[in-house]
């Protein structure tokens, strides 16, 4: 262009120009920082104000982490080595992180138990978070991991678990057998005979208790991050097909299957969570019978699985309610019947619309299980409250112990998080 | 619109005795309002009828009672001498029978196209993967996208996208084909390659009824059109005389007003 002459009009390029990095000022790191942070006085400013937050932080917050003590045996020894230095007392994580994770009662030479439960977690976990990249094989491991981690974490004879694994077995195949003559008699005969393989099964593993016993945890010792993590996993696991059933319960044609569902959820959230668990805690007692213990543990399970399914149903419904109707109709006329057309056709795409809904709720879910603390179980925040804080060592150690359960909570909810991302862009398919 | 297909290559006539559809004294209301009032119309096989009518004349629900879409309140429908009751099994064994083609194609957005014509065949007729991905194969190359088959929905055009939907139907192999405005969502450079495969199956024989606007269509194929007018039918009769020499006063109007321009 520069050298076309602006006088005569015809023009003809005789030498082609050599290509030319763009001006310094227009490229790198100069021009990102003029256009991202100095672009205007106003900017400028508000980006040096910033600069002075970030730089207060963490001036106080580095030297506090790298001046820290790991090995004092209380916070007055810790006090007096500090001597007004700046720095934290780490020791009350590496005197107390096996209350921190375990709970203060469970047996320290048996911590391979849950750390096992949890390594396996992930293998069992992997064919449903990654259906694409795993092996289905993989599954039958899944199916069989909630009765291995039950007989790890909480011990006793592995007839236990192996009966309950039967009974669903058993179950399963009387469904098979019955369903297809009637639906409703299969799911009769599945739990029938279900049952009875249980009942049966419960003299036999009294029978039994000392066949390949691993030594027994009641679960009044669990606690710690573990019994969060437990409850979290079961009560997540739980509360999404218990929510789908409720969110097409509600939609039924049946009258009275809707109202029972409408009921449920409406009731259940319509309650404080921490009510559900007083409930589970000291009412629930009043309705079994005399006599019975019914596990604490198992009775906090029911109640969030209650109260996070009542929400994940919602949240569901909204997915389904998102669908066009064609897309019922296309299933119908195809001839697919109600549970091959919810299986294959309405629920995935619904499913798929309610992700950002369930990963809300799965999260919140998660940290909402430190509300057990509050009827005196020792999860990792009833940890730090209870037995930590309380004791002579370590009264007044704040910082350090939050610091702590921060760094546990975070990094799980992160991961729901971003997996939940990850799994929304594999299965975007409808490129609109 | 009539220009849309040549009018010099009629699709010859193989209607059989034997009867496919039957309709007695059918009537379906929508709350109070009386959507279809006594409908009579017999269906034989290999017959291709064409359903017109203005809108809101009850065309569309009356195919859809005949698959069960809709219920239908009073009347007999005898569909491949099965008598549609409210049993569930019964209404799905007439609908694995009959295939059905929608305006908006509703395929399933979440499946491949390849996916979308196996499913039924695989959960519904029992059949074999392999076989079933073959036989799709089979009718994608009839609706001329074979090459479409492992992207979804979303990827293919409007016109691509309702032929995959009439190969989907066929993958059932079904007896009876119904058509709900086939050609009314898409563009018009797209609906010659759906109506030219429509044209193609009934040379195959098929019996099919649909409802559309395409009075081309309607001349070429159809044996028989049916007008309807307030959910009732007014006139019924071959095309040549359906569009040459109309009885029906309303009949009169509608064709003047469809075909004048």
Sequence with gaps: ?432 | MSDVLPETHNVEMTVSDEIAITIENMNKWYGTFHVLRDINLTVNRGERIVIAGPSGSGKSTLIRCINALEEHQKGAITVDGTLLSSDIKNIDKIRSEVGMCFQHFNLFPHLTILENCTLAPIWVRKIPKKEAEATAMHFLEKVKIPDQALKYPGQLSGGQQQRVAIARSLCMKPRIMLFDEPTSALDPEMIKEVLDTMVELAEEGMTMLCVTHEMGFARQVANRVIFMDQGQIVEQNEPEEFFNNPQNERTKLFLSQILGH
């Design chain 1, 1 to 432: 262009m520069s050298d076309q002459q602006a006088q005569s009009v015809a023009f003809v390029r005789d030498t082609m120009l050599p290509q030319e990095a763009p001006p310094a000022s227009q490229t790198g790191p100069v021009k990102w920082v003029r256009d991202n942070l100095f672009p205007d006085v106003f900017n400028a400013v508000l980006t040096l104000i910033a600069l002075f937050f970030i730089y207060k932080i963490l001036a106080g917050f580095l030297p506090w982490l790298m001046g820290g003590l790991w090995t004092t045996a209380s916070l007055a020894e810790c006090r007096e080595i500090l001597d007004g230095a700046t720095g934290g007392c780490f020791s009350v994580l590496t005197e107390r992180w096996n209350q921190l994770l375990f709970g203060f009662k469970y047996p320290p030479d048996q911590y391979w138990r849950p750390t096992l439960a949890f390594v396996m977690l992930f293998v069992a976990a992997a064919p449903l978070l990654f259906a694409m990249y795993v092996p289905s094989k993989v599954l039958y491991f899944t199916a069989l991991y909630p009765f291995i981690a039950f007989w790890l974490i909480w011990g006793g004879t592995i007839v236990v678990p192996l009966v309950a694994l039967l009974g669903f077995i058993v179950g399963y195949m009387a469904f098979k057998k019955v369903e297809a003559a009637s639906f409703a008699g299969a799911l009769g005969a599945a739990i029938v005979s279900a049952a009875v393989v249980w009942f049966v099964g419960g003299f036999l593993s009294d029978a039994m208790s000392g066949v390949l016993a691993l030594p027994e945890v009641p679960s009044r010792d669990m606690g710690g991050f573990m019994l969060n993590f437990i409850l979290g996993v079961v009560c997540v696991s739980l509360s999404l097909p218990i929510g789908i059933l409720l969110a097409l319960g509600r939609q039924s044609d049946m009258p009275i299957i809707k109202w029972i569902c409408v009921v449920f959820i409406e009731f259940i959230r319509g309650v404080p969570l921490i009510t559900l668990l007083f409930v589970a805690n000291v009412v629930l007692a009043y309705f079994l019978p005399p006599g019975t213990t019914f596990d604490l543990i198992l009775r906090v399970i029911i109640m969030i699985t209650m109260f996070s399914s009542a929400y994940i149903a919602e949240v569901i419904r909204g997915g389904l309610a998102a669908l066009p109707k064609g897309q019922y109709e296309a299933a119908d006329s195809l001839g697919l019947d109600y549970a091959q057309s919810m299986r294959l056709i309405i629920m995935p795409q619904a499913l798929k619309i309610s992700i950002p809904g369930i990963v809300n709720v799965a999260v919140g879910l998660f940290k909402d299980t430190t509300l057990v603390s509050v009827i005196s179980m020792f999860d990792l925040v009833g940890m730090i409250r209870g037995p930590i804080l309380a004791s002579t060592e370590w009264n007044g150690v704040y910082w350090e112990l939050w610091g702590f359960a921060i760094l546990m909570f975070f990094p799980v909810c992160y991961g729901i998080s971003q997996y939940s991302q990850w799994l929304e862009r594999k299965l975007a398919t409808d490129h609109r």
